[in-house]
């Protein structure tokens, strides 16, 4: 079966910090994967996505960047965190062949910046 | 790209049938309709898809108007565990681009005892 790991689960940060943020896949071969944010109460914002290793698409310009340097794998950037930048952050993959409606999500990311 | 409203909240008692209702007016031919379910500090869960007419699963119903320009999540006989926010998502099933998938802003259900 097909398991999404993210971490770390929780996160405080201080303005002006970097970022990492990492999503894994097992289970299945040549996922699309993305990046999700969620600010408190509100609903899912998708900010990056990709198709292959390498190939990344950007939603919202701004200080985040993301990379795809191994098959599975998915991490989330950023060279200074900014106040706006605090939310829950969700990686989420989906079969190549079914589509982009058909997401698995992972535990989540809750960032704070201070 | 189809946008998406949905009540904001919902109040149900346990055992009790729920209809949530999601309005997509702008609907394309070839978009899909989807429903996911979030407890809170977890991500997203898959509950339902569906096209056109009626999908069941163990989990949920889904009703689809002919014009689709609607659709109806049903739950029967909620419990407590039910109490979430539920999203109506809206897009393409077949590969594209992924600018086109449209989260409604959800509606968070409350099973009272």
């Known amino acids: 079966s097909q398991t999404i790991h993210q971490w770390p689960a929780t996160l405080v940060q201080p303005v002006g910090s970097p970022l990492s943020l990492e999503c894994t896949v097992e289970g299945t071969s040549n996922p699309n994967l993305y990046w999700y944010r969620q600010a408190a109460g509100r609903g899912l914002q998708l900010l990056f996505y990709?198709?292959?290793?390498?190939?990344i698409s950007s939603e919202v310009p701004q200080n985040l960047s993301a990379s795809r340097p191994q098959d599975r794998q998915f991490i989330l950037s950023s060279k200074k965190l900014l106040l706006s930048d605090s939310g829950f952050y969700l990686c989420?993959?989906?079969?190549?062949?079914?589509?982009?409606?058909?997401?698995?999500f992972g535990p989540g990311t809750r960032l704070t910046v201070l | 790209l189809a946008k998406t409203t949905q009540p904001i909240s919902m109040d149900s008692y346990e055992g009790q049938e729920v209809n949530i209702t999601c309005s997509h007016n702008?609907?394309?031919?070839?978009?899909?309709i989807t429903w996911y379910q979030q407890f809170p500090s977890q991500g997203p869960r898959f509950i339902i898809q569906g096209y056109k007419t009626k999908v069941t699963n163990e989990v949920a119903s889904l009703f689809i108007p002919a014009d689709r320009k609607s659709s109806t999540l049903s739950l029967p006989r909620v419990s407590l565990s039910d109490t979430a926010v539920y999203y109506c998502?809206?897009?393409?099933?077949?590969?594209?681009?992924?600018?086109?998938?449209?989260f409604g802003s959800g509606t968070q259900l409350t099973v009272l005892p």
């Open positions: 990709s198709v292959g290793i390498g190939q």
């Open positions: 998502l809206v897009g393409p099933i077949s590969s594209g681009s992924a600018r086109q998938l449209t």
């Open positions: 989420a993959w989906s079969l190549r062949t079914g589509g982009w409606n058909e997401q698995f």
């Open positions: 702008n609907i394309a031919t070839n978009d899909y």
